[in-house]
């Protein structure tokens, strides 16, 4: 079956759906290799390690098959290995998987696994310190002139309401990246910044709904010189792994052209329903100049939703969680010279930005900036799900306030 098949019959059988565990698989192979002796010597530093942080844990994205879009995935990895796209360097998976382990694992040159690291199951993937931990172990098992980080999983973007750090074992509330045990564990992405600012990242994948907002970017803005994510929700299926690896490896990471392949793979659909992709490449040495340009604005501007404005929403819901950017800014401000100054910025911050005329074949795209953010209709709305915890609030969306 082939993978445009799969997503169809994924489709089909939704209603069916419901979810199993399943054991782990390698890809040639019905169990994964012993994992790799920790105190052996280090080994020799390769070119790049790009490291994907799986989290498929009871959150529907890895039930049995044909559901286990987490297997498939790895699979598709496994092919590309074997066509020899890992070049100079070695990819290796975090999994958090539907059986509840959390496993570190290389998918080899001969598109093979090997695991390198079984952890305990009673630190949550999405804590600040299971993420640190695995980084430390990535840069220890597999030392690289340059690394890359693909996350796998759910993502909702800007919205702080995720784990309590003070106490990640048990307190849970929802929203932001990696939605695990029926949407109880995600992290916030000010926590994210926290982990990830400093680890020297090439790049950085968002393969999951709703990241590519300005309030991410600007709160990731010190974690990697680039970043790729969907402003809107993506299916289940995520990037096309077997066309992505390749790129990932090159001399110089092919971002745009992943970032193409995956637009491609989604707008070639023949089901309009399912014909659907946002995708944005964020240069982030320009958020400083965008935040700076955007605040001018919102400084001259006395309501935060001007009248008669629709903003243009990107998800079928009501709220005004993810509306695009660039359109908001236009009802916003007629004065020439700030809206130079915005242009120039976004130029310089936007890449590539590619979306579909519609999402779920009911929401029209009109205007696509390449990042979305959050409107707020009055000063009570700083508060709502912790906008004023992220950075883009204390240093822009501020200057709303009256």
């Known amino acids: 079956?082939?993978?445009?098949?799969?997503?169809?019959?994924?489709?089909?059988?939704?209603?069916?759906?419901?979810?199993?565990?399943?054991?782990?698989?390698?890809?040639?192979?019905?169990?994964?290799?012993?994992?790799?002796?920790?105190?052996?010597?280090?080994?020799?530093?390769?070119?790049?390690?790009?490291?994907?942080?799986?989290?498929?844990?009871?959150?529907?994205?890895?039930?049995?098959?044909?559901?286990?879009?987490?297997?498939?995935?790895?699979?598709?990895?496994?092919?590309?290995?074997?066509?020899?796209?890992?070049?100079?360097?070695?990819?290796?998976?975090?999994?958090?998987?539907?059986?509840?382990?959390?496993?570190?694992?290389?998918?080899?040159?001969?598109?093979?696994?090997?695991?390198l690291k079984i952890y305990d199951s009673d630190v949550l993937p999405q804590s600040a310190g299971r993420m640190s931990e695995v980084l430390d172990d990535m840069e220890s098992l597999s030392p690289a002139r340059d690394y890359g980080l693909i996350l796998w999983g759910h993502g909702t973007g800007w919205i702080e309401d995720g784990i309590s750090e003070d106490n990640a074992g048990?307190?849970?509330?929802?929203?932001?990246?990696?939605?695990?045990?029926?949407?109880r564990y995600k992290m916030n992405i000010t926590t994210m910044a926290d982990v990830l600012g400093g680890r020297g990242f090439g790049f950085?994948?968002?393969?999951?709904?709703?990241?590519?907002?300005?309030?991410v970017m600007y709160q990731l803005r010190n974690a990697a010189p680039k970043i790729v994510a969907y402003p809107t929700e993506v299916l289940s299926y995520g990037m096309p792994y077997e066309r992505n690896v390749r790129h990932f490896f090159a001399s110089t990471p092919e971002l745009a052209e992943a970032a193409q392949d995956t637009f491609d793979f989604y707008s070639s659909m023949t089901n309009p329903r399912y014909r659907m992709c946002t995708v944005s490449v964020i240069n982030t040495a320009g958020l400083e100049k965008l935040a700076s340009a955007t605040r001018a604005i919102y400084e001259n501007n006395s309501t935060g939703v001007p009248d008669g404005y629709t903003p243009q929403s990107y998800t079928t819901s009501l709220n005004r969680y993810y509306c695009d950017f660039g359109g908001y800014i236009g009802a916003l401000t007629a004065d020439e010279r700030l809206r130079a100054a915005y242009e120039e910025a976004m130029a310089e911050t936007v890449e590539l930005e590619l979306a579909?005329?519609?999402?779920?074949?009911?929401?029209?795209?009109?205007?696509?900036?390449?990042?979305?953010?959050?409107?707020?209709?009055?000063?009570?709305?700083?508060?709502?799900?912790?906008?004023?915890?992220?950075?883009?609030?204390?240093?822009?969306?501020?200057?709303?306030?009256?």
């Not at 280090?42 to 987490?70: C, F, H, I, K």
């Not at 048990?170 to 949407?183: I, P, R």
């Not at 959050?374 to 709502?384: C, Y």
């Open 1 to 115: 079956m082939n993978k445009l098949q799969q997503i169809y019959k994924f489709f089909r059988l939704l209603p069916a759906l419901m979810p199993f565990s399943m054991a782990l698989i390698s890809c040639g192979d019905n169990n994964e290799n012993e994992p790799v002796d920790p105190s052996t010597p280090v080994p020799e530093e390769v070119g790049r390690t790009v490291l994907v942080y799986m989290l498929a844990s009871n959150n529907g994205l890895g039930y049995q098959e044909p559901y286990d879009y987490d297997m498939q995935d790895i699979r598709e990895m496994c092919d590309a290995a074997a066509a020899g796209d890992i070049t100079d360097g070695r990819l290796i998976v975090f999994h958090s998987s539907s059986n509840g382990r959390q496993i570190l694992k290389e998918v080899t040159g001969q598109g093979k696994i090997d695991t």
């Open 356 to 402: 579909t005329d519609r999402i779920w074949n009911t929401l029209a795209i009109r205007e696509h900036s390449g990042l979305s953010t959050f409107i707020m209709d009055s000063d009570a709305d700083a508060t709502w799900l912790n906008y004023s915890r992220l950075d883009w609030f204390d240093d822009v969306a501020s200057a709303l306030i009256r």
């Open 204 to 215: 950085i994948y968002f393969d999951c709904c709703y990241m590519a907002s300005v309030e």
């Open 170 to 183: 048990s307190e849970f509330e929802t929203y932001s990246y990696g939605s695990e045990h029926n949407d």
